[in-house]
T-cell receptor
Framework: DAGVIQSPRHEVTEMGQEVTLRCKLI?????LFWYRQTMMRGLELLIY????????DSGMPEDRFSAKMPNASFSTLKIQPSEPRDSAVYFC??????????FGDGTRLSIL | RKEVEQDPGPFNVPEGATVAFNCTYS??????FFWYRQDCRKEPKLLMS???SGNEDGRFTAQLNRASQYISLLIRDSKLSDSATYLC???????????FGQGTRLTINP
């Protein structure tokens, strides 16, 4: 079975540009989590969805960040406009109800 | 104060040694506890859940002390492949979100 699939694996872009990160959940999972990891702050939850509905977005840093689940198996995290301090590794994870979360390989984002 | 606190290390120990990590959590409503492992430039992966009575998985033993809000992980007979960052993780009752500690970096030396 395929795990959580994230794309792109790496992204380097200039500040001010729009960045879109993508995530495909494990088939059958109904919860989706977006995390950000930096050296300074560790792994932080940005937002999570249950059955396509956002449940807790208190970790989203600013209005520049938005996340959507257009269908049950796919999600996007958008940053517009991007800033250098957004540079981090962004992980997506999925789970079935209260089962353990499975993480994707992450997107390594660098904003110049 | 962070919700989950860990000693960041690094811990450098010789192969075959026993090493222990500790973690404290601040929210008394915490219900479920886990240890995740993260290799360099990789995603976090579940190592083991932590149960109230303590539990063992091969060379790994996890303990929970609810009164002191303290979790531990013991690795016996450490292997070179145990080198990684170990993340203490807590789930609050009634919520699905996981709260991660900063991680403890472990290097096993030959």
């Amino acid at each position: 079975d395929a795990g959580v699939i994230q794309s792109p694996r790496h992204e380097v872009t200039e500040m001010g540009q729009e960045v879109t990160l993508r995530c495909k959940l494990i088939s059958g999972h109904n919860s989706l989590f977006w995390y950000r990891q930096t050296m300074m702050r560790g792994l932080e939850l940005l937002i999570y969805f249950n059955n396509n509905v956002p449940i807790d977005d208190s970790g989203m840093p600013e209005d520049r960040f938005s996340a959507k689940m257009p269908n049950a198996s796919f999600s996007t995290l958008k940053i517009q406009p991007s800033e250098p301090r957004d540079s981090a590794v962004y992980f997506c994870a999925s789970s079935l109800r209260n089962q353990p979360q499975h993480f994707g390989d992450g997107t390594r984002l660098s904003i110049l | 104060r962070k919700e989950v606190e860990q000693d960041p290390g690094p811990f450098n120990v010789p192969e075959g040694a026993t090493v222990a990590f500790n973690c404290t959590y601040s929210n008394s409503a915490s219900q479920s506890f886990f240890w995740y492992r993260q290799d360099c430039r990789k995603e976090p992966k579940l190592l083991m859940s932590v149960y109230s009575s303590g539990n063992e998985d091969g060379r790994f033993t996890a303990q929970l002390n609810r009164a002191s809000q303290y979790i531990s992980l013991l690795i016996r007979d450490s292997k070179l492949s145990d080198s990684a960052t170990y993340l203490c993780v807590v789930k609050i009752q009634g919520a699905q979100k996981l709260v991660f500690g900063q991680g403890t970096r472990l290097t096993i030396n030959p």
